[in-house]
């Protein structure tokens, strides 16, 4: 991002917040980006055959043992519901939604 500043001209004395450079560039936050690859892979799970690893995984529990105290760690269905939410997309739908392919 670097070059890119100094292609246009943005220096550290314009005091320009993340946001505003990124809006200036065009480029999506970090945020999304990520938000992007979890979304596809999670797609790409969910066209899966029930037998292979991948999906037995993402729906599977463990049966015994126990957790450690505090708060449960975050699990990637977790993270994938709430970053649906933050973008107001029904998680109740999206496995639906995960079979319709855009090509």
Not at 67 to 80: A, E, S
């Amino acid at each position: 991002m670097g070059y890119l500043l100094s292609i246009m001209r943005i220096t550290w004395m314009d005091k320009l917040t993340n946001e505003d450079k990124l809006e200036r560039t065009g480029l999506p936050s970090m945020e999304d980006l990520l938000f992007r690859k979890n979304l596809r892979w999670t797609v790409h799970i969910m066209r899966m055959s029930p037998d292979r690893l991948p999906k037995q995984i993402l729906y599977s529990q463990l049966s015994s043992g126990h957790w450690k105290r505090g708060r449960p760690c975050l699990r990637f269905k977790d993270t994938i519901k709430r970053n649906l939410k933050l973008r107001d997309i029904k998680t109740d739908l999206w496995p639906s939604l995960s079979q319709q392919r855009n090509k």
